[in-house]
């Protein structure tokens, strides 16, 4: 599933091809897009200039001469493909194609892509109410670790896991699986501990590591891990599934269960961890951790999992 580092990959991509050029043609073939454009005038964007494509968080959007803009959420299976020379036949996953003079770009799989008019930040509900990028433009001040820590620290957040805020889009933006769970083992932090037990330490680590593990992986194109311990994972096979594949030596804990820390040596563990609970029920995501740098307390977690599951649910999630 794309992250914020891979959405503003594509966003990047988006704006070079597209940034500045006027709309040959722009076909939609989600529901919200399509009655958009039904509810306006015939061609309404063609010829406007796309002016820039952005991101924030997992979000991508593209701002369109005259006040019109497109959004996409890539939810876990989407990508953005850009193409010379667009393919005549419409494959049927396909979302959107934005074609301009000299290029295409095609949306796969997305099923959030919407057209609008106004200010998306203000206007798509989804766009208004999230926290703070974990990855700022060169052109605005860094990551936000103030917005963050109030919107962290809220009365309502006290007795939810660190491993579950991390995740909600309102409280920072940006953050999926692999980035939390890396995250979290670089600030020595048990998934477990609840927001309100955090020392002043603690949330230091996290502001300074959210942004930088971020940038890392924008950067790198998915690696969180430094170069020095890239190197190790290249070198030791003991340390990855496969030796010689790329994957492998991407991440410190990320989909390295039952292999070694590379801190302590001690095996990595993974565990569902319950991530939202409400009336619809709880939801769970697997995470993936250090019992030992991260001081977690695998058999009590596993129990209290399991109780907690079966509790809410008669089908019994293994964990
Ligand atoms: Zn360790």
Redesign the pocket.
């Given at each position: 599933m794309p992250e914020g580092p891979e959405v503003r990959r594509f966003a990047d991509a988006l704006d070079r091809t597209l940034g500045g050029k006027p709309i040959v043609s722009l076909k939609a073939r989600t529901k919200t897009a399509l009655s958009w454009q039904k509810e306006h005038p015939t061609g309404v964007l063609l010829n406007k200039r796309i002016e820039r494509v952005l991101s924030h968080g997992k979000h991508l959007v593209g701002l369109i001469e005259g006040g019109y803009y497109f959004h996409s959420h890539l939810m876990m299976w989407g990508s953005w493909a850009i193409l010379d020379n667009p393919p005549q036949e419409i494959d049927r996953r396909e979302r959107s194609r934005i074609v301009v003079p000299d290029a295409c770009a095609i949306l796969y799989s997305a099923p959030i892509f919407d057209l609008g008019t106004g200010n998306p930040f203000e206007i798509v509900e989804n766009l208004r109410t999230l926290g703070t990028d974990i990855l700022r433009y060169p052109d605005e001040k860094p990551f936000d670790a103030p917005e963050f820590l109030q919107k962290l620290l809220t009365p309502e957040n006290s007795d939810r896991t660190i491993g579950a805020v991390l995740l909600d889009q309102q409280i920072v933006a940006g953050i999926g699986n692999y980035l939390r769970a890396e995250i979290l083992?670089d600030c020595r932090l048990d998934p477990w501990r609840k927001v309100a037990d955090l020392t002043g330490e603690e949330l230091e680590h996290l502001i300074h590591s959210i942004p930088l593990m971020a940038q890392r992986a924008y950067a790198t194109g998915g690696f969180t891990v430094s170069d020095e311990a890239r190197t190790r994972l290249q070198n030791n096979p003991s340390l990855v599934y496969t030796p010689g594949s790329e994957y492998g030596t991407r991440h410190y804990v990320f989909r390295r269960t039952n292999l070694p820390?590379?801190?302590?040596?001690?095996t990595?563990r993974q565990l569902r961890q319950v991530t939202q609970a409400d009336e619809e029920g709880e939801k769970t995501r697997i995470i993936y951790f250090?019992?030992?740098?991260?001081g977690t307390n695998v058999e009590l977690k596993k129990s209290k999992s399991k109780r907690k599951v079966v509790a809410a649910n008669e089908n019994i999630i293994e964990v």
């Open positions: 083992f820390c590379l801190e302590c040596g001690r990595i250090c019992p030992t740098c991260q």
